[in-house]
């Protein structure tokens, strides 16, 4: 098998494709249920704190295995057969197998952009071990994505074990060195930390959250602190301009939030790939030697 994907491109890029596809489906549980997780679980500690007896320890299990994938509408249990990525959708005509309610889009869409970001990470590193590194990277950048669009948070139990592990992957110098790595944990952190403080002590607002924070550091972790101009550069021209074409076109409210963690995280993404590329560009338009 081994042999099989080193020599042939396309079984290669293929095999990729397909586990992105299941990969995909997964993370659209984990997008759905992991908020909701959480907040149950913030319910449970007001609980306990206010010293209130709830029935939370009798409740129905609920996590990202159990209870079963279900049509919100009709309870229909979703077989494996309706469950396949992309297909099943496809087949079904985008709709409940028994009672006809459509089934959001999103859902064949996380599908194929996790397949289609997976197979541009397999294409660009090979069959090597930065490929399956990178591959992880991406399948969390795209649960941490979807999930501060849709609520505006960055889950720890994504950012933090892989921000550990990015320090763990340094160690084998596949992006970066462990020095690198660190001290891109720390800028990373402490970068968008300053920022905040600053604008909360000009305006006495609170300019972003602290998941931002930690996403960054993340990133650094992986990236190296190279990475960490570059990222917060891309993330703040799209940023900007998004937010900018938000308000002018669609008439938004500047004082709503808009989620920042989507643009850090493409940036990341991006400097993943190309991030040689785009220091040595942005080098050579400054004028400056490398």
Known sequence: MLQLISENVFAYLSIVGILGLLVGSFLNVVILRLPVMMEKEWHAQCDDLLGNETSTNQAAPFNLVTPHSHCPKCNHKIRAIENIPIVSYLFLKGCCSKCKVSIPLRYPIIEATTALLSVVVAWHFGPTLEAAAALLLTWALVALTVIDFDHQLLPDCITLPFLWLGLGVSLAAVFTSPESAIIGALVGYLSLWSVYMLFKLVTGKEGMGHGDFKLLAMLGAWLGWQSIFP????????????????????????????????????????????????????????????
Do not use: C, H, K
């Not at 021209?237 to 989507?262: E, K, Q, S, W, Y």
């Not at 643009?263 to 400054?286: F, H, K, P, R, V």
């Open 231 to 290: 990222i917060i550069l891309l993330s703040s021209a799209v940023g900007a301009v998004v937010g900018i074409t938000l308000i002018v076109v669609r008439g938004r409210d500047r004082n709503i939030p808009i989620p920042f963690g989507p643009y850090l995280a493409a940036a990341g993404w991006i400097t993943l790939l190309w991030g040689d590329q785009l220091i040595e560009a942005y080098l050579t338009m400054m004028n400056i030697s490398p």
